[in-house]
């Protein structure tokens, strides 16, 4: 032991620190060490949490590739594909590993089609756009498969152009697409067109007795003439024996005043011209009715919508409804560019819906009035019925709504009716009218 050395005060506590040190330092070193560790901490949990997001976003994208019915490819700048989709591999009959570093044109089938790559890929460098392009890829069995591709450029974060991503789908399958869809879509027009028919026919069947009228009229005007001319030709026939049998003035004198051959020759012209008139007017309802009866086609002509109207009033009120009273406005110039057969359609089923609305009533009525508004046609039907309840206004044009009973209406007459003047450019629209009753507007565009 040292005994001439001294120990000054506080020597113990200058040992423990660094000169010029002190513990308030050192303090605030381990602090920020602390809060160092801490960021390094968050930052590699943040790290994870990116990391783990962008693995999902590449599984998730990596589905999408696996999943696409389409082909896909990306090359680099050179051409070299550096990326394909499960759909492209069971197209050529290669794995992905064979595909990577291949030059795309590699998979063409030859011919100007590594021409029309060519073109594609460099009108993609110029331009935002996609470039549509037909190709054709060798399968896996040797045989040509037309495609056709979006080439579309590739970059980078700033900009670059790296290559080009082609995304297409074999033409076969898209014509196939397409027949599946036309033949769908003319089977539900022949559906649609045999629907159409059934409701005319089915209201045709509830209009016989109208028919019938109409036709009895003329028919028997015609028979009755038919038998006036037979007896009048048997007068005629005994007279002309009598003139060819040598028969003298006088006796020829008295029969020519017992056969009334006077009167007889007076009558002809007139019963001629009846018969003539009664077999044309059952011609005209006869054609009428094949017109109505007939599958309508694409066929449109210029229609006189007056006599639409006319002859579906006709029709109704001399078959089921003969106490009807319809009280008819026409106007000049209601002429449409339409199937009259399909426009007649219409009106006898709104004549026919209004008159069994109002059939309960003591005087069962119904207004239809033609107008001319700027370029359309309007016709409105007003009947004196209770109208159209309130619940039922929203569906009362839905196919197979109806009030009616069991086995007295289908439901789709005012649906198609509905769709038939929507074809004609129209409009038929359903209201209560002020005065009581239910209203139907139908406003058509005029025939220029």
């Not at 009598?242 to 009558?267: K, P, S, V, W, Y």
């Not at 006189?304 to 006709?314: G, L, M, Y």
Request: aromatic content about 4%; glycine content about 10%.
């Amino acid at each position: 032991m040292d005994s001439g050395r001294k120990r000054s005060p506080g020597g113990e506590r200058r040992k423990a620190t660094v000169e010029g040190v002190g513990e308030e330092t050192w303090l605030e070193v381990i602090r920020k060490m602390d809060e160092v560790y801490s960021q390094l901490v968050a930052d590699e949990v943040a790290l994870e949490e990116k990391n783990a997001q962008l693995e999902q976003s590449q599984r998730f994208i990596v589905s999408l590739l696996s999943s696409m019915s389409d082909v896909l490819l990306a090359t680099d700048a050179q051409g070299r594909i550096e990326d394909v989709n499960a759909s492209l591999c069971a197209l050529v009959g290669q794995d992905e590993r064979q595909l990577r570093g291949m030059l795309a044109a590699d998979l063409l089938a030859g011919g100007d089609n590594h021409a029309r790559l060519r073109g594609a890929t460099e009108a993609a460098q110029l331009q935002r756009d996609a470039v549509m392009v037909e190709l054709e890829l060798m399968d896996g069995r040797g045989q040509r498969v037309p495609v056709e591709f979006n080439c579309t450029a590739r970059v980078d974060a700033a900009g670059r152009r790296m290559g080009h991503v082609l995304v297409g789908r074999p033409t076969g399958e898209i014509k196939r697409a397409y027949l599946e869809l036309q033949a769908s879509h003319e089977a539900l027009k022949r559906a649609q067109q045999q629907l159409l028919h059934a409701e005319k026919l089915a209201s045709l069947g509830r209009l016989v007795a109208g028919v019938a009228h109409e036709l009895n009229n003329p028919i028997s005007f015609v028979l009755g003439n038919v038998h006036a001319l037979a007896r009048y030709a048997e007068r005629l026939q005994y007279y002309l024996d009598a003139l060819h049998g040598g028969a003298t003035a006088g006796e020829l004198a008295t029969l020519r005043q017992e056969l009334r051959i006077d009167q007889l020759r007076g009558d002809l012209p007139s019963l001629i011209e009846g018969t003539l008139e009664g077999a044309s007017r059952t011609a005209e309802i006869v054609q009428g009715l094949r017109r109505f009866s007939a599958i309508d086609r694409e066929h449109r002509m210029r229609v006189d919508v007056n006599e639409v109207v006319e002859q579906a009033i006709r029709w109704v009120t001399k078959g089921t409804a003969p106490s009807f009273v319809v009280h008819w406005q026409p106007c000049q110039g209601a002429a449409v560019t339409g199937s009259a057969s399909q426009l007649q359609q219409v009106l006898m089923n709104l004549i026919q819906n209004a008159y069994d609305a109002v059939a309960g009533q003591a005087e069962p009525q119904l207004w239809i009035e033609a107008r001319i508004e700027g370029s359309s046609l309007v016709l409105m039907l007003r009947d004196n019925g209770p109208g159209i309840p309130a619940t039922d206004m929203a569906r009362i044009f839905d196919p197979f709504f109806t009030t009616k009973p069991v086995g007295k209406g289908t439901g789709l007459g005012l649906s198609i009716s509905y769709g038939i003047v929507e074809q004609h450019g129209g409009l038929l629209e359903a209201r209560n009218a002020p005065q009581g009753g239910a209203e139907f507007t139908i406003r058509l565009p005029l025939a220029t």
